[in-house]
């Protein structure tokens, strides 16, 4: 097929089909960036939604943390009063457990005679305890019962009295104790 068109006039076709197809591209471009716009918008939106409906729910919780603030006060107080409770609790010595343990540690032919008890003797100090016996021999022994003991640290025998004892049991025996609340 031969041609007869100018070149000129070729050139003006050629150039209305490129300007086509740029307003193609151009009219493409448009509705992506509106699309893109739009999306924004929306996003946008939606998270200002969420924002005012979360700033809503902190408000009404504050008010409701301020209802309960009295109470959690209370709440201190009393968890205060029983820290320091449990902290008396724990020095506690009680005399209940520590008689019989001591009355199962005598042996036989041996009695208690004094012992006298404070909140101070715990803390590892030496306490005097005067204990009866029948024999000299019972008095060794009530002192190597003690000293396996741990109910007892530091046992010494400050004094034995072979004649200032009671009745049935003529041997006086002092003995100088240190008492472990942790045997107790």
């Known amino acids: 097929m031969i041609n007869l068109l100018s070149n000129e006039q070729k050139d003006d076709i050629r150039a209305a089909r490129a300007n086509v197809i740029i307003l193609r591209y151009m009219g493409i471009i448009l509705l992506a960036i509106i699309f893109i716009v739009g999306i924004f918008y929306v996003s946008y939106n939606v998270l200002r939604t969420t924002m ?29 009063k029983l820290n320091d409770a449990k902290t008396i609790l724990d020095q506690e010595v009680r005399y209940s457990q520590l008689l019989p343990k001591l009355g199962q540690l005598m042996p036989t032919g041996t009695v208690l005679g004094e012992l006298k008890l404070t909140s101070a003797s715990f803390t590892g100090t030496p306490v005097e305890l005067v204990a009866y016996a029948k024999s000299t021999t019972e008095a ?45």
């Open 52 to 80: 005012d409906s979360n700033t809503a729910i902190i408000a009404s919780n504050d008010l409701k943390a301020d209802v309960y603030s009295d109470t959690k006060q209370e709440v201190d107080a009393l968890s205060a």
């Open 140 to 184: 060794t022994s009530l002192q190597t019962l003690f000293q396996s003991s741990p109910l007892f640290s530091g046992v010494t025998i400050v004094s034995t009295e072979e004649a200032g004892g009671l009745e049935g049991y003529p041997v006086k025996i002092s003995l100088s104790v240190v008492l472990n609340k942790a045997g107790i």
